[in-house]
């Protein structure tokens, strides 16, 4: 197909809009940011030398500027933090306390209904089982897999393959393991892996994603299959980041590989993997694409971000969809918090 | 046009079957092609995050077919509760079909693989003679696999989803489109008049894939033969035609709570817990 650009003006048009404004607003940002430090450079230039020519004291740099330096800097930051995190945040917490169309106060309805109905206690309970088990054997299984294949003869080629579904989206990895669970009738062709190794080995089909618990686990699954990749990087790092001299120190006086372990390994990594823990926590909590893909939340499957979605954007209900997520902010914090307090530590440290 | 069940013409000459006109006769053909060994119907309501819609539009062509369109009209405003005795007795009809192991789910399994199996494909098992029956609107027949005549004497067709009772009248589930203006101007009314009259909807129907149930509609215009059934249905004088219902409720219900309860309904849950939990989400 030939390029028409005629027909294409109106595109190119905004193409060159687009550019334009950008070149213009990131400019006069840069110039900004070194016009006003020039300029006050020069102001203090200006009156250290009337100062010496008058032989009064040199004056002391006032604090105050070094505050609206400050301030220039942080400004952008700010203004992008307050439009896209705070004020949002403010809102849905107000919603929260609103009816389904955001009109009339209703106190803490919708907080009630969410621990009184029983189909989003099952969706908290739900996350839970999520928030308590993605970490853990994810963490798990990186570790493991990174102290196994350290040093080995394939080392990189092993931790490629386990890092590889890290690439694929959480939306892909759901549909490629819908396949896997797929289901077709005994005596029909299998399409899904799990089921035809269970016909092969003499089994009858089963439905894998309705009945829950087993549903919600081999959810689960598919999300210990992305991130156990990003557990073992990180991991692995870690542990070759162990200084040589401790390592060969312990070797000298002669630890078994298990006293290596617990004894030198654990405690030097300690760090990384309270920050895997965490990062994967905060990921888990928010779990969303693979619920949403795989099955909808459907046969008992629901999490908190996949409820919040539902009421607020497909059913109307803003009110209940605020209150999820205002809960989900709430499970959310301390963790972060935790996190922060750790790094300060570690910085002091 | 939704109430239709779809068939093998091809299948059923060669098998001496016919097209069921009432509900009791559907009955009786279904069992007599159970018993020959195959599983009358095929089903499926899988449907990424709308899950469930397929069996919705069971229960409204089964609450027109038990009830009154009276009452039907009153259950989409809520009018009647949902866990009303009336909507129990047309879940529990399509129930007789949907929830029977003898009837379903030919070509996939089970009941319960109704709920994951896609409605795209849940017809499908009718080319390959492992299902006789499936309720599906008109849409479906460009869902079949490339290469399906879709005719009365080809490889696929439908009929009319029979009612209970054909005396008291042939009703009709359907879908439709709405032109909604927003401004009251001269040229936007000129519009509205023409795309309601009858040159409209003869030019729009020799494109194809639409109905219209414009009585000016000339039959010769529509060129698909399901289309062509679904043009002379909605024409018959003896027709009552009701919208979508679960179109007609609150999103809550009628995209959520009502696709959730047709899900575990066919998972196993009993109608009467399935109709109290939608009740008692309607928007209050």
């Known amino acids: ?349 | 046009m939704k109430s239709f069940v779809w068939y093998s013409p091809k299948t059923f000459k060669e098998k001496g079957w016919t097209v069921p006109t009432t509900w009791d006769e559907l009955i009786a053909l279904s069992d007599k092609i159970a018993a020959s060994g195959t599983k009358p119907w095929c089903a499926g309501i899988e449907s990424g995050d709308a899950t469930g819609w397929p069996a919705t539009d069971w229960i409204e062509d089964l609450m027109l077919r038990t009830q009154t369109p009276e009452v039907y009209d009153q259950w989409t405003t809520h009018g009647v509760a949902f866990n009303d005795p009336k909507v129990a007795e047309a879940l529990d009809k399509a129930g007789q079909i949907l929830k029977n192991e003898k009837y379903v789910n030919g070509g996939f399994g089970g009941v319960k693989s109704i709920a994951t199996t896609s409605f795209q494909e849940a017809g499908t098992p009718i080319t390959t003679g492992k299902c006789a029956l499936h309720r599906q609107a008109s849409f479906y027949a460009n869902q079949w696999p490339e290469g399906t005549k879709v005719a009365e004497d080809g490889d696929v067709f439908a009929f009319y989803f029979p009612a209970v009772d054909p005396a008291k009248g042939k009703p009709v589930l359907g879908g439709g489109e709405f032109v909604a203006a927003f401004a009251d101007r001269a040229e936007v009314q000129a519009v509205q008049t023409y795309l309601a009259s009858g040159e409209y909807a003869n030019s729009r129907a020799k494109i194809g894939d639409w109905v219209s149930a414009n009585k000016k509609l000339d039959l010769a215009n529509v060129p698909n033969p399901v289309d062509k059934l679904s043009v002379q249905i909605l024409q018959d004088p003896k027709t009552v035609f009701r919208f979508d219902g679960s179109d007609l409720m609150p999103a809550a219900v009628g995209a959520g709570t009502f696709w959730k309860g047709m899900v575990d309904w066919i998972n196993g849950k009993d109608t009467a817990t399935v109709l109290q939990g939608i009740e008692s989400s309607w928007p209050k």
């Open chain 1, 1 to 349: 197909m030939e390029f028409d650009f005629a027909a294409e003006q109106p595109k190119l048009l905004m193409l060159m809009y687009g550019l334009i404004a950008f070149v213009a607003v990131v400019g006069g940002l840069l110039l900004l940011l070194d016009a006003v430090p020039a300029w006050f450079a020069r102001r203090r230039e200006a009156q250290l030398v009337a100062a010496s020519a008058s032989g009064a004291p040199l004056p002391r740099r006032p604090k105050p500027r070094e505050g609206m330096f400050a301030f220039f800097f942080l400004l952008p930051a700010v203004l992008l933090l307050l439009v896209g995190l705070v004020v949002p945040a403010i809102r849905t917490m107000l919603l929260s306390f609103m009816d389904g169309s955001s009109v009339d106060w209703v106190g803490f309805r919708n907080y009630t209904w969410m621990f009184s109905d029983d189909s989003i206690v099952r969706v908290l309970i739900n996350t839970l089982v999520w928030v308590l088990l993605v970490p853990l054997i994810t963490t798990a299984f990186g570790l493991l897999y990174a102290v196994l294949v350290d040093r080995a003869r394939f080392e990189s080629v092993a931790k490629s393959l386990i890092f590889m579904p890290m690439a694929i989206s959480f939306v892909g990895a759901a549909i490629i393991w819908k396949f896997v669970y797929a289901f077709r009738g005994d005596g029909q062709e299998q399409i899904g892996l799990l089921n035809q190794i269970v016909v092969s080995l003499g089994g009858e089909p089963k439905q894998w994603l309705l009945d829950p618990p087993l549903n919600t686990l081999l959810l689960i699954v598919i999300m210990i299959w992305i991130q156990a990749g990003f557990a073992m990087v990180v991991l692995s790092a870690a542990i070759k980041a162990i200084p040589a001299d401790i390592v060969e120190a312990a070797r000298l006086d002669g630890v078994s590989p298990w006293q290596m372990f617990w004894q030198i390994t654990m405690p030097s990594i300690r760090p990384a993997l309270i920050v895997v823990v965490v990062t994967l926590s905060i990921a888990t909590l928010k779990v969303f694409d693979i619920v949403r893909t795989a099955t909808n939340g459907n046969y008992d499957t629901s999490v908190i971000a996949n409820e919040m979605y539902n009421q607020a954007f497909r059913y109307g209900e803003n009110g209940q969809g605020s209150a999820l997520a205002v809960f989900l902010f709430v499970l959310v914090v301390p963790i972060v918090i935790y996190q922060i307090r750790n790094l300060r530590q570690q910085r002091e440290g």
